[in-house]
């Protein structure tokens, strides 16, 4: 019964037997979204620490952005970076694009997780921390973002998985990473059915155990006083 | 100590600090008085700059700090503030509360500053209490390991706004007399409180504040027993009601 159709056995066999291309694809895609989940970091980070501080434009500079980011499809950032930006004498390698597309992108989803955690901590945190003569970024560091940290964490495990998923708009623009191998291998070959099933059940094998921690941590936060 | 000129400050359209003009000498202990909203926590809010004043100029120690380009951060490491729901580190330690500053802002000695910190938490009857964590303690207990905090920074001016009202009425007592022993000490203190007890007992000076002014000044003599403002008159007949 599995002579023929969309799942038919030979499609199987011809697909394991090329296993390597999907893992290669598995390698980049780790790889992008391990980068890309770093470059966030660090962008969510001072982009969130930014939007809570006191200082003249950072504010306006944080919303510049958040909201432009948030407010266009990744596919087009990653588009921009892939062909408007060797326009602009900057050529990048499509590795690069994945992590800076990625990385920048969920970076202002981060920034709001970061801003909303700091703006949960009780104002009385930083006035006694300013009292000892602390400085903005002492504060941030020693008092506040510790604290913050417990409500941060949940939300930004979800959006870790989010960006593995997103790495798949790679494949767009010949990434190389696990949707592209995926796309191009079956478009050979019109072996489409074995090849989603294969990277959905991979894409998963990442993401879940990653969005049941963030639940996880959820439920140690609300035990948490 | 603290020189005040001409202070105003707005919240918006709302002027909550109206002209103030007030000194604190070195060694002197003023306490603020008035009803709610009369001013008197941004008042003292402004002494370290947690309030900027809308116009007027602030010195503290000889220096300007409504000047431009001031080290905020070196005048405040020398002004300790005690606050009415006490605003411990939640994620550290009473010793470590009490070590923070010291060691990470004055980049003190870690054993020097650790030294002192356990002397003043046995000062502040905590000796217990150096590994429990402020949800660990009670309300009078987290404003002692406050007070010990402002104290490891060797402050030269002590602020207290409202420092018992958030407290237990039983508990309020152990903060007093901690609060009335650094008096004697000799600590210049500024203490916005409605404890008349206190008030009495270690105050050189009150400041009796109203809608945003200084109604009037004196010593605790003058304002409980001669107050010359009806609305002081008024204030202390309010408080002698609840405090008997």
Redesign the interface.
């Given at each position: 019964m599995f002579d023929t159709g969309p799942f038919a056995l030979f499609k199987w066999e011809k697909l394991f037997s090329d296993w390597r291309i999907f893992a290669e694809g598995f390698a980049t895609t780790i790889s992008v979204s391990f980068l890309g989940l770093l470059l966030a970091l660090v962008l969510g980070l001072i982009f969130g620490v930014l939007a809570t501080s006191q200082f003249k434009g950072a504010k306006f500079i944080n919303r510049i952005y958040v909201e432009f980011i948030q407010n266009t499809p990744l596919v087009i950032q990653i588009f921009f970076l892939y062909n408007g930006f060797p326009h602009l004498g900057i050529v990048l390698p499509v590795f690069a694009v994945g992590v800076i597309g990625v990385g920048v992108y969920h970076g202002a989803y981060i920034a709001e997780v970061v801003r909303a955690g700091i703006q949960s901590i009780?104002r009385?945190?930083l006035?006694?921390?300013?009292?000892?003569?602390?400085?903005f970024w002492?504060s941030m560091r020693?008092?506040i973002l510790?604290?913050a940290k417990v409500i941060i964490f949940p939300p930004l495990t979800n959006q870790a998985v989010s960006l593995i998923k997103n790495t798949s708009v790679m494949a767009m623009v010949a990434g190389g990473d696990l949707m592209y191998h995926a796309d191009s291998w079956s478009s050979n070959n019109l072996y489409y059915g074995p090849a989603y099933v294969i990277v959905g059940l991979l894409y998963l094998s990442l993401c879940l155990p990653l969005a049941r921690f963030a639940s996880y941590l959820e439920r140690k936060a609300q035990m948490s006083? | 100590m603290v020189k005040m000129e001409h202070i105003n400050k707005y919240f918006g359209s709302h002027h909550v600090l109206k002209d103030i003009n007030l000194n604190v000498e070195f060694k002197e202990r003023v306490v603020i008085m008035g009803p709610s909203g009369s001013g008197k926590s941004t008042l003292i809010r402004c002494i370290n700059f947690l309030e900027k004043p809308s116009s007027g100029r602030i010195f503290v120690n000889g220096v300007e700090l409504t000047a431009k380009k001031v080290s905020l951060n070196k005048v405040r490491q020398k002004i300790g503030m005690v606050f009415q729901h006490f605003n411990l580190y939640p994620h550290k330690t009473a010793l470590e509360n009490v070590l923070l500053a010291p060691i990470l802002v004055e980049k003190r000695d870690k054993k020097e500053a650790e030294k002192s910190a356990i002397l003043l938490l046995e000062k502040v009857g905590l000796k217990d209490a150096y590994n429990k964590y402020p949800s660990q303690l009670s309300g009078g207990q987290q404003q002692r390991v406050a007070i010990a905090r402002a104290l490891n920074m060797k402050p030269d001016l002590l602020l207290f706004d409202e420092p018992t009202s958030a407290l237990d009425p039983e508990m309020i007592q152990e903060v007093l007399d901690i609060m009335i022993a650094l008096a004697k000490e000799g600590m210049t203190m500024v203490v916005v409180t409605h404890e008349m007890g206190f008030a009495k007992q270690a105050a050189d000076r009150i400041v009796f504040m109203d809608g945003g002014q200084i109604m009037e000044t004196g010593t605790p003599d003058q304002i409980f027993n001669n107050p010359t403002h009806e609305r002081t008159q008024a204030f202390l007949e309010k408080l002698n009601k609840i405090q008997v």
């Open positions: 009780h009385g945190q006035e006694a921390a300013y009292s000892q003569g602390f400085t002492q020693y008092i510790p604290q006083p | -």
